[in-house]
């Protein structure tokens, strides 16, 4: 009888036994300075999922991706250990990973199509060459670049240095991904006195945008050109929202200007206007300087360029005028507020805020 019981214990544990020769995993790594990306492929799909850094922290989230940041350069042994519990098998692997003492890492930030990179080596000197590879056959020698990419993806980015006095030279690759969901982006001309604009945001030309263009003017049109009163450098800023007006994101880009059409009494307005308190909460004063006398009329239309505050009429006089306006119709948002005094025009966005 006792034979018969090990007969069927054993004949119950042999499926088990075949069945873990099925599981096989293995993993992929990427080291970012101090930083190490894992990604772990397994066969079959696994159920379960342990991380070992190898400097005793673990991650069990059971997630087939995941990353570490090690305190110090040194050799590691990283393990994904993984089970499959309707398989009933399971498995692990390792492998050694090296952090040198000499290394380079690289940091970004995405915005639409645009990535700002940033470049580190841990022995970086005065001497120390720098080299970036965008993946789409375009590169930089700066250390800190920033870079657009012509549409949207995935590219494989890489970092190198050579710091020749001390002989430290490292490289590092990451996937960047840029473009995805909905975004803001743009570029731009400077020619003739104007600044052209070409966007690039998602939404196409359904959506709807607000552009600020660093000296108090803006715009709502899809492509604007701008006319800048005096060379300079001026941060641009493009807000995108989609065809349902719901907000999609933002982004700014400084330009320089070189050519401007000659300063005329069209631009006092625009650079003089101030809106106060903004945002506002019931009452808005308002202040512009005039180069001659003229009738005012003062607006304020919401993002879609609807009119919402019935214009408000009044006679300016050269130089300085005021008028306080009623913000209590509006609704909590963003707003803009238009005056145009005689050949003269001013914008100034408006936030309006109703306080509990």
Same mark, same amino acid.
């Given at each position: ?8 214990? #054993? ?18 790594? #990427? ?75 690289? %940091? ?11 470049? @580190? ?5 005065? %001497? ?8 789409? @056959?375009?590169?930089? *020698? ?19 240095? *050579? ?13 960047? @991904? ?26 196409? @030309? ?23 009163? *005096? ?26 200007? %070189? ?41 304020? #239309? ?44 001013? %914008? ?9």
């Amino acid at each position: 009888m006792k034979n018969l019981k090990t007969i069927l214990i #054993l004949a119950a544990l042999l499926p088990l036994q075949v069945k873990s020769q099925t599981c096989s995993g293995d993993y992929q790594w #990427l080291v970012n300075g101090l930083g190490v990306s894992f990604y772990g492929n397994t066969t079959p799909d696994i159920t379960n999922v342990i991380w070992d850094f190898g400097d005793g922290n673990w991650d069990n989230t059971n997630s087939l991706n995941t990353s570490h940041t090690y305190a110090a350069p040194g050799i590691y042994h990283a393990c994904i250990q993984y089970y499959n519990t309707a398989q009933g098998c399971g498995d692990s692997t390792c492998h050694t990973i090296v952090i040198d003492s000499c290394y380079g890492s690289m %940091n970004y930030s995405v915005n639409g199509l645009t990535v700002q990179f940033t470049g @580190s080596a841990s022995a970086g000197g005065p %001497n120390t060459v720098y080299a970036w590879d965008f993946g789409d @056959s375009n590169s930089s *020698y700066a250390q800190n670049p920033s870079h657009t990419y012509a549409s949207a993806g995935t590219y494989t980015v890489c970092f190198a240095f *050579y710091d020749s006095s001390s002989g430290c030279a490292d490289s590092v690759c990451e996937p960047v @991904s840029v473009g995805g969901g909905c975004y803001a982006q743009f570029t731009s001309v400077d020619s003739m006195g104007y600044a052209f604009f070409v966007n690039q945001s998602s939404p196409g @030309s359904a959506g709807m945008y607000v552009w600020y263009f660093g000296d108090g003017g803006y715009s709502t049109a899809y492509n604007p050109s701008y006319q800048y009163s *005096y060379p300079g450098t001026y941060q641009v800023c493009l807000e995108a929202f989609d065809s349902l007006q719901n907000f999609c994101d933002s982004t700014c880009h400084y330009i320089t200007v %070189n050519n401007v059409s000659s300063v005329n009494e069209e631009t006092i307005v625009r650079n003089s206007l101030l809106l106060s308190p903004n945002p506002a909460d019931e009452d808005l004063r308002i202040s512009w300087n005039q180069a001659a006398d003229a009738d005012v009329q003062i607006a304020v #239309l919401d993002l879609a360029g609807r009119t919402v505050i019935t214009p408000v009429m009044v006679r300016g006089g050269r130089g300085v005028n005021t008028k306080e306006i009623s913000t209590r119709g509006l609704a909590a948002g963003m707003y803009m507020l238009r005056i145009d005094a005689g050949n003269q025009t001013g %914008n100034s966005p408006l936030v309006v805020t109703h306080k509990e």
